[in-house]
């Protein structure tokens, strides 16, 4: 079973402007993780913010943080086409054993056009 | 230095056959875990080795999965009897911490496709 959902599903933006995904999840958590997957190929990391912290920044993304919520929000500035790919959270549920894996939810697809 | 790999790339399959996915994690990590991605999914859990102890393997969907890890080193996903719903994208990934609280290297999976 899945843990996080990704709202919205697909996005379509042109070079320059914000892109905005969203990330609910159901349980208690350490931390959240985003990666990126582009088309046929294996999931790259992006960022980590852990559940005591709110706000995260990493070049041109930036990760918030409700654990109130159970909810996150990954901003990508100034988008370029090279950010065309599916976009993942995942986090590691507490109380599963030794926090042994990472729960993916479904993803949101990102289309950055020129 | 080298990333995570898998071999092979794709593997077709006939229905009942057995097959062998093998994942070479980056040297001296600790952790290693295996994923199933559906078309259109995000992966979903199979198995975590600490070294070469497997610690979870709570995700495997049945017992005709079977994973190991001999040396704490390189890792074998085998599924018996394939089956036309094994067909998927196998990730593999490991990371230098234990568990899954840190970033986790992934390989470029292997799709495997049953007919």
């Given at each position: 079973?899945?843990?996080?959902e990704?709202?919205p599903?697909?996005?379509?933006?042109?070079?320059g402007?914000?892109?905005?995904m969203?990330?609910?999840?159901k349980?208690?958590?350490?931390?959240?993780?985003?990666y990126?997957?582009?088309?046929g190929?294996?999931?790259v990391?992006?960022?980590?913010i852990r559940?005591?912290e709110?706000?995260?920044?990493?070049g041109?993304?930036?990760?918030?943080?409700?654990?109130?919520?159970k909810?996150?929000?990954?901003?990508?500035?100034?988008?370029?086409?090279?950010?065309?790919?599916?976009?993942?959270?995942?986090?590691?549920?507490?109380g599963?054993?030794?926090?042994t894996?990472?729960?993916?939810?479904?993803?949101?697809?990102?289309s950055?056009?020129? | 230095?080298?990333?995570v790999?898998?071999?092979?790339r794709?593997?077709?399959?006939k229905?009942?056959?057995?097959?062998a996915?093998?994942c070479?994690?980056?040297s001296?990590?600790v952790s290693l875990?295996?994923?199933q991605?559906a078309?259109g999914?995000?992966?979903?859990?199979?198995?975590?080795f600490q070294?070469?102890?497997?610690?979870?393997k709570s995700?495997?969907?049945?017992?005709?999965?079977?994973?190991?890890?001999?040396e704490g080193?390189v890792?074998?996903?085998?599924?018996?009897?394939?089956?036309?719903?094994?067909?998927?994208?196998?990730?593999?990934?490991?990371?230098f911490?234990?568990g899954?609280?840190n970033?986790q290297?992934f390989?470029p999976?292997?799709?495997?496709?049953?007919?």
């Open positions: 079973s899945q843990q996080g990704e709202d599903q697909a996005l379509s933006i042109q070079e402007e914000n892109a905005t969203n990330c609910s999840y349980t208690s958590i350490n931390n959240l993780q985003w990126r997957q582009n088309s190929r294996g999931l990391h992006l960022i980590l559940s005591n709110r706000e995260k920044h990493s041109r993304l930036r990760v918030t943080l409700d654990t109130s919520k909810s996150s929000s990954l901003l990508i500035t100034a988008s370029r086409a090279a950010d065309t790919a599916s976009y993942f959270c995942a986090t590691d549920a507490r599963r054993q030794a926090g894996a990472l729960i993916f939810g479904k993803g949101t697809t990102l950055v056009s020129s | 230095g080298a990333g790999s898998q071999s092979p794709y593997k077709v399959a229905r009942g056959q057995d097959v996915l093998r070479d994690p980056i001296g990590h875990f295996w994923y991605q078309l999914q995000g992966p979903e859990f199979l198995t975590y070294n070469e102890a497997q610690l979870d995700g495997l969907p049945s017992d005709r999965f079977f994973a190991e890890r001999p080193s890792s074998t996903l085998k599924i018996q009897r394939t089956q036309q719903e094994d067909s998927a994208v196998y990730l593999c990934a490991s990371s911490a234990r899954a609280f970033e290297f390989g999976g292997t799709r495997l496709t049953v007919l």
